[in-house]
């Protein structure tokens, strides 16, 4: 029996968690997929905002605000890459001009601290590649880029250590309650629970219907984005927004936590697996973000892809217990500002979970923090200790990202090892380069299969299923 079953592995189920990791407990979170962050986690802009955009008095403008001051907090403790980079909101003419004296505003009410509006002379010193036509700015010093796939599988790495527990390739299919407490149906067999925690992004309405009559539906939207070259690396040096729409935030042009530069996304509403990249979604996406930064050289991408937001009909994040059956909780409808307000929305769960009779014990086993080691982060002296210490760190395995054999190997020791050619991608940025996985791709491909004891054609390139190998070109 289970204490807390968390349904979905994105960044809020893996910060609930974490957050849970604290106290004493059995834990268990269910993942569909082979690996955590695979769904709206995956494809995103890894901004942490700062909490100006929602209006005062909500869930998200609370969670916005609570979790940009923990991301700043707790990122290097954790070994999630995060630069505190500061946004600008850029106004064009005197009606926009209005709009960052509203944000301004709300941003005040909402608690966030250093904001100001800049305009003239001290607006291009910032932003040099800014456009000539912008007028102003809403200058926001507490915006970040964070890794959104470090920040989910930090925690939960870290809980896991504490005790927690991840189940992988485990999708859900019915629950009930029975003599007070849950029944979970999978794939992979029946699961017991006093409480369960629905968090599974984009399907999150459909697993409420499992147990309540619907009183909320997801929407989805999809947008599309550019990763341009780390040769690009500088043409901004904040998050760069145009002013918001009905719409949302915008196209945005921001540094990203490893060295480029995103420049997205469109938004339209989309299935809950369209993740297609467009010509019609991409100009429209090039247009917008050429009006704030003319020079910005699409030629420089070396990836175009598509995530899918969670967005709901609801206008604010749908949090809580259900008023039909006591014990089941939902977290669903996180879309943006929902990878900043992932943590801060774990921390409220966890505090519900003890109003509705969740022991608390702290746990002496609980994992606050984990080293990575990145050897292109080391300096001259640290990288020749490392390859003294093992002689994998001195073999280079992608060369675009300088990551070595011996970080590859890292991984497989990891409390949340992966599976997939994508998987260590997101945990060590092989295939992130110009190259995107043309020379790295073959020997990952042989380290995963070496690791797993199978064949190198079984080894996916990210999802169960998705083969890359099928035999002997010789």
């Known amino acids: 029996m289970e204490d807390v079953i968390i349904i979905g592995g994105g960044v809020s189920g893996c910060s609930l968690l974490y957050a849970l990791s604290r106290y004493k407990g059995n834990f268990l979170l269910l993942e569909k997929e082979n690996d955590v962050a695979m769904g709206s986690t995956k494809a995103n802009s890894g901004i ?79 932003e040099p590649n800014l456009s000539r036509d912008a007028l102003a700015a809403l200058y926001a010093k507490t915006t970040g880029v964070v890794d959104p796939w470090a920040l989910s599988f930090a925690q939960a790495e870290c809980a896991i250590l504490g005790g927690g527990k991840v189940q992988l390739e485990t999708e859900v299919t019915g629950i009930s309650k029975q003599d007070g407490y849950f029944v979970v149906d999978t794939n992979k067999g029946r699961f017991e629970a006093k409480f369960v925690v629905n968090a599974a992004g984009v399907y999150s309405d459909e697993i409420s219907t499992m147990v309540e009559t619907p009183h909320f539906a997801i929407k989805p939207k999809n947008g599309e984005y550019f990763l341009l070259d780390t040769s690009e690396k500088g043409i901004v040096g904040t998050v760069v927004f145009p002013c918001p729409s009905k719409l949302g935030k915008g196209v945005l042009v921001a540094p990203t936590a490893h060295g480029n530069i995103i420049v997205g996304p469109d938004a339209k509403d989309s299935g809950k697996e369209d993740t297609s990249v467009t010509a019609e979604g991409l100009d429209y996406v090039r247009q917008r973000a050429t009006k704030c930064i003319p020079s910005l050289n699409l030629r420089a991408s070396i990836r175009n892809f598509t995530g899918v ?13 259900s008023l039909e059956t006591a014990g089941f909780f939902n977290v669903a409808g996180i879309k943006s500002p929902g990878l900043t307000s992932a943590v801060s929305i774990a921390q409220e769960m966890v505090d519900l979970l003890f109003k509705a009779g969740l022991k608390k014990s702290l746990n002496a086993k609980f994992v606050r923090s984990r080293r990575v080691a990145r050897l292109h982060e080391m300096s001259d002296t640290a990288k020749k200790l490392q390859i003294a210490k093992d002689p994998k760190h001195g073999n280079i395995v992608c060369r675009c990202r300088q990551v070595t054999e011996g970080e590859i190997a890292d991984t497989f020791l990891r409390p949340l090892p992966p599976r997939s050619v994508d998987a260590v991608k997101r945990r060590v940025q092989t295939g992130m380069g110009r190259c995107q996985g043309g020379f790295c791709t073959p020997k990952v491909v042989e380290l995963l299969a070496e690791h797993y004891g199978v064949d190198m054609k079984e080894i996916p390139q990210d999802k169960a299923g998705t083969y890359i190998v099928d035999g002997d070109a010789k």
Not at 49 to 64: F, L, Q, R, S, V
């Open 48 to 126: 942490a905002h700062a909490g100006y955009d929602p209006e005062p008095g909500t869930k998200m403008a609370e969670h916005n605000v609570q979790g940009n001051a923990w991301i700043r907090a707790n990122a290097k403790k954790l070994g999630i890459p995060f630069v505190q980079t500061g946004s600008l909101v850029v106004a064009f003419d005197e009606e926009e001009k209005l709009t960052l004296q509203s944000l301004l505003e709300r941003g005040k009410a909402n608690g966030v601290p250093d904001l100001s509006i800049i305009e003239g002379q001290e607006l291009f010193l910032l």
């Open 309 to 321: 937001r969670a967005n709901s009909d609801q206008s604010d994040f749908v949090i809580g217990e």
